[in-house]
């Protein structure tokens, strides 16, 4: 079945700094990718719609110069945490859909856990 | 898009069914039913997808209405494994473009 891997899958960074994860789609093209954050005890909430060739659509509330999201080719997609504070830290999940499966099932990466100190 | 409506939490005993039911009134006409299993620190996992009667798979069944306004998750002989949060979410997947939103999920918790 369809792959999608994050890297890295777990990063503790100083306030202030930048982060980059990395999402990529390991057997399969996919010119959508979604990201999503959570919260301990939350359900996963969705950031963003990382577009390849062009930008990402944001979700109402997110800060599309916080989280910068590049979509560069098929298979990859990062996203920046760009002076990342406390309060940014989170668990990161990215998906995409390999549309070549007949159920179109959104597969899930296994998550990146970021910690801002 | 539909929202989802479930159980906050559940408990259960190893080797029992499980039911898990989800309600979402206003599902649209291209829309499909999924559900997925999210454990401690990973990523959500796909169980089954379904659009309308009937879906079984090796490690599920889906049970949709013909109204199909609820949907319920079966899961057969549950083991201690299956502790986890299960997410009913409701979509057109037929759409590349569109994201699935997550409601709060079932706190599934199985004892021995």
Not at chain 1, 24 to 34: E, G, I, K, N, P
Not at chain 1, 36 to 65: C, H, I, W
């Amino acid at each position: 079945g369809a792959v999608v891997s994050q890297h890295p899958s777990w990063v503790i960074c100083k306030s202030g700094t930048s982060v980059k994860i990395e999402c990529r789609s390991l057997d399969f093209q996919a010119t959508t990718m979604f990201w999503y954050r959570q919260f301990p005890k939350q359900s996963l909430m969705l950031m963003a719609t990382s577009n390849e060739g062009s930008k990402a659509t944001y979700e109402q509330g997110v800060e599309k110069d916080k989280f910068l999201i590049n979509h560069a080719s098929l298979t990859l997609s990062t996203l920046t945490v760009t002076s990342a504070h406390p309060e940014d830290s989170s668990f990161y999940i990215c998906s995409a859909r390999d549309s070549r499966s007949g159920a179109n099932v959104l597969t899930f990466g296994a998550g990146s856990r970021l910690t801002v100190l | 898009l539909a929202k989802t409506t479930q159980p906050i939490s559940m408990d259960s005993y190893e080797g029992q069914e499980v039911n898990i039911t989800c309600s979402h009134n206003n599902i649209a006409t291209n829309d499909y039913i999924t559900w997925y299993q999210q454990f401690p620190s990973q990523g959500p996992r796909f169980i089954i997808q379904g659009y309308k009667t009937k879906v079984t798979n090796e490690v599920a069944s889906l049970f949709i209405p013909a109204d199909r306004k609820s949907s319920t998750l079966s899961l057969p002989r549950v083991s201690l494994s299956d502790t986890a949060v299960y997410y009913c979410l409701v979509g057109d997947t037929n759409q590349a473009g569109t994201a699935l939103i997550f409601g709060k999920g079932t706190t599934l918790s199985v004892s021995s």
